[in-house]
């Protein structure tokens, strides 16, 4: 392996944050090289000019529902190529928690997610974790589409209001692909909202995992199998 800087070929390339910061997606393999002459770190880099811009970003939020309503417990977003963007653990208001009941039921459900307890610990609540996505994302400046399987509970509603975003909700792109008829109390008529295990088995997309970011990666992966 050899020393980035000790070559001129290398000189130019950029580790995948290095390119994230500057909203580039790397595309190429990459080449693992010495961080400094030392050789006490290495690190994968890419060349810059196969990179692409960073256009998409698919966003998931795991939640479980009890007597309290609805609690988000995690997020998890990707970009278009399907690289991890943003994963945060949330945690639950301090009122929630102060029930013993509810503070092990939410430790439960994060340990099944495979965070570790120091993740756990140190958690932020929705709204500051909303606030640092939010913060993410807007740094990139290429980012034009929001896409989500039900885009008005996944995407903060800070970024839902910015008008320089398209949001694309992805239950609705189905609904309107599976076309089952669907009449609402008032008697307008629609096509039915679909679940999202039925989109994910209707394009033979498997998840890895059950974390959050792997949630997005499976939304990207039928994305690009849906008809535009």
């Known amino acids: 392996m050899k020393v980035k800087n000790a070559h001129e070929e290398y000189r130019d390339l950029l580790t995948r944050k290095q ?39 698919y966003f998931w939020k795991n939640s479980f529902s009890d007597d309290y ?5 995690e997020v998890g977003v990707v970009d278009q190529l399907g690289n991890e963007l943003f994963s945060k653990v949330v945690k639950p208001c301090r009122g929630y928690l102060s029930e013993g009941s509810n503070a092990d039921l939410w430790l439960k459900i994060e ?22 996505l939010a913060s993410v994302i807007k740094k990139q400046k290429y980012v034009k589409n929001l896409n989500s399987y039900n ?21 609705e792109l189905f609904a309107n692909i599976i076309k089952e ?9 629609s096509y039915k909202w ?3 295990s039925k989109c994910l088995e ?17 939304l990207q992966k039928c994305y690009e199998k849906m008809p535009k």
């Open 181 to 189: 008829p669907y009449e609402d109390y008032y008697g307008e008529k």
């Open 151 to 171: 885009v008005g509970f996944n995407v903060p509603n800070v970024l839902l209001a910015n008008q320089a975003y398209k949001q694309i909700d992805m239950m």
């Open 111 to 132: 340990k099944d997610h495979s965070f570790s307890m120091a993740d756990i610990i140190c958690a932020d609540n929705r709204v500051a974790v909303d606030r640092q």
């Open 19 to 57: 390119l994230v910061s500057q909203g580039l997606i790397p595309t190429d393999k990459g080449i693992e090289l010495w961080t400094n002459q030392y050789c006490e770190h290495s690190a994968i880099y890419y060349d810059p000019a196969k990179a692409i811009k960073l256009e998409s970003v």
């Open 202 to 218: 209707y394009y033979d997309v498997k998840l890895n995992s059950y974390r959050a970011v792997d949630y997005a990666r499976a």
């Open 194 to 196: 679909q679940k999202l």
């Open 69 to 73: 309503g609805l609690n988000v417990v």
